[in-house]
């Protein structure tokens, strides 16, 4: 998959930022160059060309808004972590929702 993302977008290859999400289909998955990443889903796995590799769930964690220095990954597995993400909303959406739904209850 890999090959074929470079072959059908050989410019991206120059953008540093440019990731893909490998556990999608070629047709289906997003490739991002804005510095943004694709939505996470239940098997995510996504790849950074400029680090050559993919994102650790410790990483994937930060990116959502969760702060790892205080949580103990040790005894969890990489892929139930992966999952459990792929079925959450960031945590900056969940407060926003919160916040409507406060305001929502205190105008009635």
């Known amino acids: 998959m890999l090959n074929l993302m470079v072959a059908l ?3 991206m290859m120059r953008s540093p930022s440019f990731v893909i999400d490998k556990s999608q289909t ?3 998955t997003s490739s991002r160059t804005d510095g943004t990443i694709p939505t996470l889903t239940t098997s995510s796995d996504v790849f ?3 680090d050559g590799g993919g994102l650790s769930p410790c990483e994937c964690l930060k990116l959502m808004g969760h702060d790892v220095t205080r949580m103990k990954l040790e005894n969890i597995k ?3 972590v ?3 993400l792929g079925m959450s909303v960031h945590i900056s959406i969940a407060g926003l929702a919160m916040a409507g739904l406060i305001a929502s209850v205190g105008s009635g």
């Open 78 to 80: 990489a892929s139930q």
């Open 9 to 11: 977008h050989p410019n």
């Open 48 to 50: 950074s060309f400029a």
């Open 26 to 28: 070629i047709g289906r």
């Open 82 to 84: 992966r999952h459990d």
